[in-house]
């Protein structure tokens, strides 16, 4: 890691650590959902300009917030952003591992035509093509067409 991306995950993590205070939010009144909402914006935000090592930091510490809340569609989210991030890195099982860990939870639920489960499915699928695992990915992509046939029939 070069200094400039060490000196960067030492300062999120520094703001997470101080972030996550009962102290810096007893002013804000904050949910639990909206300190959850900011760190995983935060972390796509990371992402879409390509700062991979703090959106890996981000999504990490979105994740143990989201695993407080008690439902699925944070959790399901932050393991999707941390895949994405894994996989952008090149770290495929561990990108997979996250993928596979949202999907499950995403099939848990009743709602299965969610715009962050298609994406889910969209990138996964795209990574196994990567690895020259082509059935599994068109067994993955055969989920985005179930679900769309069962939102035309009701």
């Known amino acids: 890691m070069n200094p400039k991306t060490f000196y960067s995950t030492v300062l999120i993590a520094a703001t997470l650590v101080l972030s996550s205070s009962p102290f810096v939010f007893a002013n804000d009144n904050l949910s639990a959902r909206e300190i959850w909402q900011r760190t995983h914006e935060s972390g796509q935000k990371a992402l879409e300009s390509g700062g991979l090592d703090q959106a890996e930091v981000l999504f990490k510490q979105a994740l ?9 569609g ?3 989210a932050s393991l999707y952003h941390l895949g994405k991030v894994y996989y952008l890195k090149k770290q495929y099982p ?3 591992a996250n993928y596979k860990k949202a999907l499950e939870i995403f099939d848990e639920q009743t709602r299965k ?31 985005i067409r179930t679900s769309i046939q069962r939102t035309e029939i009701k």
């Open 64 to 72: 143990v917030q989201a695993e407080g809340l008690g439902y699925a």
């Open 74 to 76: 944070p959790l399901a």
């Open 94 to 96: 561990e990108a997979e």
């Open 113 to 143: 035509n969610s715009s962050v489960l298609m994406q889910l499915v969209q990138d996964y699928a795209k990574m196994l093509r990567e690895l020259g695992r082509e059935a599994e990915a068109l067994e993955q992509e055969a989920r």
